[in-house]
């Protein structure tokens, strides 16, 4: 997917930050316009002036559920990645994926589809003629640095429902209530949908050296006795070896949960690209605009690539998160 602001980590003025007694820090979403003459929305819990990453996840962006009879759906033009790896999860609908590494895959409910844009690639991403109602989650993963010129790569992964007592999860990456991904990524990662029975209270093992996040699609939750509201992004620091889910409400809730190492690096973000310094953007948008060998070509869009926008008038400068306190909550 691509951002169509030019500096998503720069303009999260829209977003606001909660840290209730729990400790968990609660991140709050800003509607952005996908593009297109109709525009479908998508809202955005990371990156935000108060967190840019949570482990290597970098952006996060859920949108729908989306009638695409009124809003078009999702049509996006082939365009660029550095330094990333993008992440596809869908909840209903279909996505037709198509990249310069010549692969053509539909992103389902249930299905990872993970790409790898280290030097560089280029994708579109369009809603299917079938699909009504489309639904789910677009992620970012920065590259750490010795890996972020890696080659182009994608990746298909189809997980299992792993029963929980109150509910079930889906790993699509990483480890969690004993399913491990076999999705290959350059730093060690979670990722996982969560269901939660109505009045349950499920409580999962974690990696007490990862930072964690919850994103809530539906239901009445606390996470960590914290309330978070569909849409809202809930931030656990490292320091817990587990983490409890609450599902106050009288239907099943879905959630997504994140989690990884803290990212040490500084990172630059601007458009579609991840570098660690202003050059590494003016070189890769240059490579863009001029259609050079380091992007390859989408075979099969119907239509014009995206161009890029312009560049500031100003040194884009790195991003990272806040320092973290000397004792972390266990």
């Not at 030097?119 to 677009?138: D, K, M, N, Y």
């Not at 849409?231 to 989690?259: D, F, I, K």
Request: hydrophobic share 35%; with cysteine.
């Amino acid at each position: 997917m691509s951002t169509t602001e030019a500096h998503p980590g720069e303009s999260a003025g829209g977003a606001e930050t909660a840290v209730p007694p729990s400790g968990i820090e609660i991140l709050t979403p800003r509607d952005v316009p996908l593009g297109g003459p109709r525009a479908m929305r998508v809202r955005r819990t990371l990156p935000q002036r108060a967190r840019t990453l949570i482990g290597a996840w970098c952006f996060a962006d859920h949108y729908g559920p989306d009638d695409i009879t009124e809003t078009g759906g999702m049509d996006v033009a082939p365009h660029p990645h550095t330094g990333l790896q993008t992440v596809s999860w869908l909840f209903s609908g279909e996505i037709e994926h198509r990249d310069s590494l010549g692969s053509h895959a539909f992103v389902r409910p249930g299905e990872l589809n993970l790409m790898t844009g280290g030097f560089g690639i280029s994708h579109s991403e369009v809603s299917t003629p079938s699909t009504t109602v489309l639904h789910g989650v677009q992620l970012w993963v920065a590259l750490p640095g010795e890996h972020r010129h890696t080659d182009r790569d994608f990746q298909h992964h189809v997980p299992s429902a792993v029963p929980l007592e109150g509910g079930e999860a889906r790993v699509f990456l990483g480890t969690l209530a004993g399913d491990t991904s076999p999705v290959r990524t350059f730093t060690p990662l979670l990722g996982a949908e969560l269901s939660v029975d109505p009045g349950a209270r499920i409580t999962l093992d974690v990696d007490a050296g990862h930072e964690h996040g919850l994103l809530v699609d539906r239901g009445d939750i606390l996470f960590e006795g914290a309330a978070l509201k569909p849409a809202e992004l809930g931030y656990a620091a490292p320091g817990r070896s587990a983490v409890t889910v609450t599902n106050r409400g009288p239907e099943p809730a879905r959630l997504v949960l994140l989690g990884g190492p803290p990212f040490e690096e500084e990172i630059v973000m601007w458009w579609n690209f991840i570098g660690r310094t202003h050059d590494d953007i003016v070189r890769a948008r240059e490579a863009w605009q001029s259609e050079s060998d380091r992007f390859g070509r989408v075979e099969g869009y119907d239509g014009d690539r995206l161009p890029a926008p312009a560049l500031p008038n100003a040194t884009i400068t790195p991003r990272r998160n806040p320092a973290r306190p000397e004792k972390e909550p266990r």
